[in-house]
């Protein structure tokens, strides 16, 4: 693929699964400069930052990301599924705790979970899930919730971040 990108008859080379741990170990077999970008779902949102690593590889080797499953499978929408299975009293809990935080800034915990998305600047862009019209229209609009940098403090503060931030 690589060879084809430098002959010009694709113009990008990319990766895209759900495990952020087989895409760092792909990332990490070949140099700096094979992958353009790369696509993961589930692995960087508020419950679940099992993504840090790669994310960081990422970020130091130019590579942009594309991220699915910044909602968590609904449930930082109140719906009770996390990874498309009913969530743990201990997921339910620490989304809790997340919206308690966005409510005492004055944000709603979307608008939270998707400007915590963009946190690492490697991240170009987010795959969204929209079953109506009024689902893109609600998505757009928490674009425009601003999420103050105090409750990212205080939430570094209250170990809900990873230390990478």
Not at 54 to 71: M, P, S, T
Request: negative net charge; contains cysteine.
């Amino acid at each position: 693929m690589v060879q084809m990108r430098n002959e010009g008859l694709v113009k990008h080379v990319s990766l895209g699964m759900n495990k952020a741990d087989f895409l760092l170990a792909y990332v990490k077999m070949y140099p700096a400069g094979t992958f353009d970008s790369i696509l993961v779902a589930g692995c960087w949102n508020l419950l679940d930052q099992s993504g840090t690593e790669l994310l960081r590889e990422c970020q130091n080797r130019g590579i942009k990301v594309v991220l699915g499953g910044i909602f968590g499978s609904g449930l930082l929408w109140g719906v009770n599924f996390l990874r498309y299975a009913p969530a743990s009293q201990e997921d339910v809990e620490r989304r809790d705790k997340w919206a308690a935080l966005a409510a005492k800034h004055g944000c709603s915990l979307p608008a939270v979970a998707l400007n915590f998305a963009f946190l690492p600047t490697c991240v170009s862009e987010l795959c969204l899930g929209c079953q109506t019209p009024e689902h893109v229209e609600t998505n757009l609009a928490l674009l425009e919730e601003k999420v103050p940098a105090a409750l990212w403090e205080e939430a570094k503060d209250a170990g809900m971040l990873p230390h990478w931030f």
